[in-house]
T-cell receptor
Framework: EPEVTQTPSHQVTQMGQEVILRCVPI?????FYWYRQILGQKVEFLVS????????KSEIFDDQFSVERPDGSNFTLKIRSTKLEDSAMYFC??????????????FGSGTQLSVL | TQLLEQSPQFLSIQEGENLTVYCNSS?????LQWYRQEPGEGPVLLVT?????EVKKLKRLTFQFGDARKDSSLHITAAQPGDTGLYLC???????????FGTGTKLQVIP
């Protein structure tokens, strides 16, 4: 089965530093998402992205966050100035289309971000 | 804010027992999904239910969508140790099919 690939698997950074989390969605997919999961808590929606623009974002996704699809294959999440509370597992997800209700959403294995 | 509450939060049972996990929301969703998540991995889709009252079976797992499309249940018959994991319900809504996850149920099946 095709896979969503995320790198790195672990990222440690100092508070206030910028981080970029990278994802390679499945090649023919058109809709892209970032989610995060703080340890012991539920998976939370951050942002959805389609046709090179944000289609929806949550209240978590403030001005410190940005997403980009720089080259047609990568999908990145940037956190401009990390805070301690940004420590979480970040999941990228993609799907081919949204016109069918049971179109499968594929998740990557995640990047564990630790902010010290 | 759309909230999905799952119960129970934790469940530890013996191999061979049956169990039911519930997922409840005050919001109506266009469809509801169940995922399973292993430690250090992303959620993996098990099933999507679309129609109110719909029942789907996946081997020993039976999924039901409530008539009002606000709640769902997952029933596992004769649980196996391989069923151990975190089970997440998720509501799908909006034109871009945003997935909102529930609070999760951690299942442990003891051999």
């Amino acid at each position: 089965e095709p896979e969503v690939t995320q790198t790195p698997s672990h990222q440690v950074t100092q508070m206030g530093q910028e981080v970029i989390l990278r994802c390679v969605p499945i090649s023919n997919h058109l809709y892209f998402y970032w989610y995060r999961q703080i340890l012991g808590q539920k998976v939370e929606f951050l942002v959805s992205f389609y046709n090179n623009e944000i289609s929806e974002k949550s209240e978590i996704f403030d001005d410190q966050f940005s997403v980009e699809r720089p080259d047609g294959s990568n999908f990145t999440l940037k956190i401009r100035s990390t805070k301690l509370e940004d420590s979480a597992m970040y999941f990228c997800a993609s799907r081919y289309r949204v016109s069918r209700a049971n179109e499968k959403l594929f998740f990557g294995s995640g990047t564990q971000l630790s902010v010290l | 804010t759309q909230l999905l509450e799952q119960s129970p939060q934790f469940l530890s049972i013996q191999e061979g027992e049956n169990l039911t996990v519930y997922c409840n929301s005050s919001s109506v969703f266009s469809s509801l999904q169940w995922y399973r998540q292993e430690p250090g991995e992303g959620p993996v889709l098990l099933v999507t239910v679309v129609t109110g009252g719909e029942v789907k079976k996946l081997k020993r797992l039976t999924f039901q969508f409530g008539d009002a499309r606000k709640d769902s249940s997952l029933h596992i018959t004769a649980a196996q140790p391989g069923d151990t994991g975190l089970y997440l319900c998720a509501g799908v809504s909006g034109g871009y099919q945003k997935v909102t996850f529930g609070t999760g149920t951690k299942l442990q099946v003891i051999p």
